[in-house]
């Protein structure tokens, strides 16, 4: 069993950041894929960004690429989505997402195959 938790966000202006943080229980930590989703009111989940187990191959939705930064610190466990110049548009609860094959690639969790979620932390950007 895989434990999520997300922290980082709130409330924000147009054009402004966030680092949104996901702590993440287990030992073999360093070998999971890692990714991020986000659900606005509404609408599907869809995902924004994942990173592959050992740091070295990143992927995002076309709607965040050059904007957002996902990133991980295995010392720590947790893994990281930098969020600046956001949009209204990115208003959505942000849900952190897990791969735990070993070694794992972010490809699962780009086509939306996922093993643990996290509870997720609201984001609000206000125009």
């Known amino acids: 069993q895989v434990q999520l938790v997300e922290s980082g966000g709130g409330l924000v202006q147009a054009g402004g950041s966030l680092r949104l943080s996901c702590a993440a229980s287990?030992?073999?930590?360093?070998?999971?894929?890692m990714g991020w989703f986000r659900q606005a009111p509404g609408k599907e989940r869809e995902f924004v960004a994942a990173i592959n187990w050992s740091g070295g191959s990143t992927s995002y939705a076309d709607s965040v690429k050059g904007r957002f930064t996902i990133s991980r610190d295995n010392a720590k466990n947790t893994v990281y989505l930098q969020m600046n110049t956001l949009k209204p548009e990115d208003t959505a609860v942000y849900h952190c997402?897990?791969?735990?094959?070993?070694?794992?690639?972010?490809?699962?969790?780009?086509?939306?195959?996922?093993?643990?979620w996290g509870q997720g932390t609201q984001v609000t950007v206000s125009s």
């Open positions: 287990g030992r073999t930590f360093s070998s999971y894929a």
């Open positions: 997402a897990a791969d735990t094959r070993l070694r794992a690639t972010s490809l699962r969790l780009v086509a939306g195959i996922v093993d643990y």
